[in-house]
């Protein structure tokens, strides 16, 4: 039998394993936070038992709140495929010989109407009889241009820039775009009218039967010549056809216009009168071998040298401007009916053919002091209204009647058809000699006024009348 102090003390020994047990366990379940430093950790609260707590966790961001339900994103899955790349536009095969049908519509970028494909850069183009009216881009290069009869071709605006011959044998519409023909030697066959056209590089023909002409009709001013021989280029005109300039001032060589049986026919062709274009630019050149060159009006042939060949250079009023040289080996050179005024300003050389004067009684043949007039050949003219020395006209100036030397000259042949004199003005030191016929018509005068002049006078019934 116990005792009761016994059973008391293992009652409390029991009670003290199973505390111990019970903190165990609860350490176990949840690990303590290290102390900082050497600080110890805070006592257990007083109490029998240890009652176990929750873990504490390590401090964790706080988690968001979630997004009302209409405005929750769902992320879309990522699309790993790579982008679909549109198939390559299919362009036409474009041709290097297109005949224009129309057949389909106006539409130029239209292969359906074309035969043979859309045209390529530089491509020969033939217009078609009884197609619809083809109408060029405003900046276009083609190849050779045919127009067939009863076929419209037409441009707006901008370059056409032609490499081969131009034939037109129906319509062309030019619109206010320029024609440049910039191939190495072309042919222009048929009839067109140009608002602008230019010629680049090489020798451009115009055949027998051609005629170009230009659309433009108020005065040029500079920069708007209708026609443009550039340097380096020369324009001939050959037997049968034609150039006409239908506006003054409207075209400029730079470099050789050349006639050879055509004609060439113009307005007015200046020299450097300011605000309007120039006609005749330094170093261009204008060869007469056969048929004409016509100005309607005054011309200036400042800064050109001409020669003449064969045929005629006429100016129907006054010629201010002999050009930088004026080489007359046949043919003719005149002025004409409405003007008289005809100064040789520059190099005369004369070998064959003949150089009309017209006067009346305020104009007629200067010789600047700066020209030069020789002959081997030839004959040398003065023509117009019969003026008489001492009359009103002589007044002295050099803007009146009669001839006007600035320097002496030397002629081969002179033939007086309307009396005349030597005006008072001119240069004491100047002087006419005259090496070949010195012909006077009948009823005729011509008074030297004092002035030296070196000739032969016939003695016949025939001759007119000389004074010294």
Same mark, same amino acid.
């Given at each position: ?5 016994? #059973? ?21 379940? %949840? ?9 110890? %950790? ?9 009652? !176990? ?8 961001? *706080? ?25 390559? #536009? ?20 239209? !292969? ?35 127009? /067939? ?14 490499? @081969?011959?131009? /034939? ?14 910039? @191939? ?6 048929? #009839? ?29 001013? +500079? ?71 016509? &100005? $309607?009006?005054? &011309? ?23 050009? =930088?040289?004026?080489?007359?080996? $046949? ?5 004409? =009916? ?45 023509? @117009? ?14 803007? /009146? ?7 002496? +000259? ?15 003005? *001119?240069?004491?030191? %100047? ?12 009823? #005729? ?12 006078? !016939? ?10």
């Amino acid at each position: 039998m116990f005792k009761p102090g016994f #059973k008391h003390a293992a009652a409390l020994l029991f009670l003290g394993l199973w505390t111990l047990g019970t903190v165990a366990l609860t350490l176990h379940l %949840a690990p303590q936070q290290p102390a900082r430093g050497n600080t110890p %950790a805070p006592p257990a609260a007083d109490s029998m038992f240890a009652v !176990p707590s929750k873990p504490r966790l390590a401090n964790l961001p *706080s988690e968001p709140a979630p997004l009302p339900e209409a405005q929750v994103i769902t992320a879309e899955p990522l699309n790993t495929r790579p982008a679909q790349t549109p198939p390559p #536009k299919v362009q036409p095969p474009k041709s290097p010989k297109a005949a224009w049908l129309g057949t389909v519509s106006a539409q130029y970028d239209d !292969p359906a109407n074309w035969e043979g494909g859309l045209p390529a850069e530089g491509a020969d183009l033939v217009v078609r009889a009884g197609a619809q009216r083809l109408q060029l881009p405003a900046e276009s290069q083609l190849g050779s241009v045919v127009i /067939e009869a009863g076929a419209r071709l037409s441009a707006e605006a901008g370059t056409i820039r032609v490499l @081969g011959n131009w /034939e037109n044998l129906g319509t062309f519409e030019p619109g206010q775009a320029t024609v440049e023909f910039s @191939g190495s030697n072309q042919t222009v066959y048929g #009839k067109t009218a140009f608002y602008r056209t230019r010629f680049s590089g090489g020798v451009k023909r115009l055949a027998e039967g051609a005629a170009l002409s230009t659309t433009r009709r108020h005065n040029a001013k +500079i920069g708007e010549a209708g026609v443009v021989v550039e340097a380096g280029t020369t324009l001939l005109i050959e037997r049968g056809a034609s150039c006409t300039i239908s506006n003054a001032y409207g075209f400029q060589v730079a470099g050789r216009l050349e006639i050879d049986g055509g004609t060439f026919t113009c307005e007015v062709c200046n020299g450097g009168h300011s605000g309007w274009e120039d006609s005749w630019l330094d170093g261009s050149e204008l060869v007469l071998r056969s048929g004409m060159f016509r &100005a $309607g009006g005054d &011309a200036d042939f400042s800064g050109a040298s001409i020669t003449v060949y064969g045929g005629s250079l006429e100016v129907d009023d006054d010629i201010w401007h002999s050009g =930088t040289r004026l080489e007359i080996a $046949g043919g003719t050179v005149r002025n004409c =009916t409405s003007g008289a005024m005809f100064r040789l300003s520059g190099v005369v050389a004369m070998s064959g053919g003949t150089l009309v004067a017209h006067q009346t009684g305020q104009r007629g043949l200067r010789v600047s002091q700066e020209a030069s007039f020789s002959a081997t050949g030839g004959t040398l003219e003065l023509s @117009g209204s019969s003026l008489s020395s001492g009359s009103r006209e002589d007044n002295g100036s050099e803007n /009146e009647g009669g001839i006007w030397l600035g320097t002496g +000259i030397q002629v081969h042949d002179f033939r007086v058809s309307a009396s005349t004199y030597i005006n008072l003005h *001119s240069a004491a030191s %100047a002087s006419l000699t005259i090496s070949g016929t010195f012909a006077i018509a009948r009823n #005729k005068c011509f008074d030297a006024q004092g002035f030296r002049v070196l000739a032969t006078v !016939p003695n016949s019934p025939d001759q007119g009348e000389f004074l010294p």
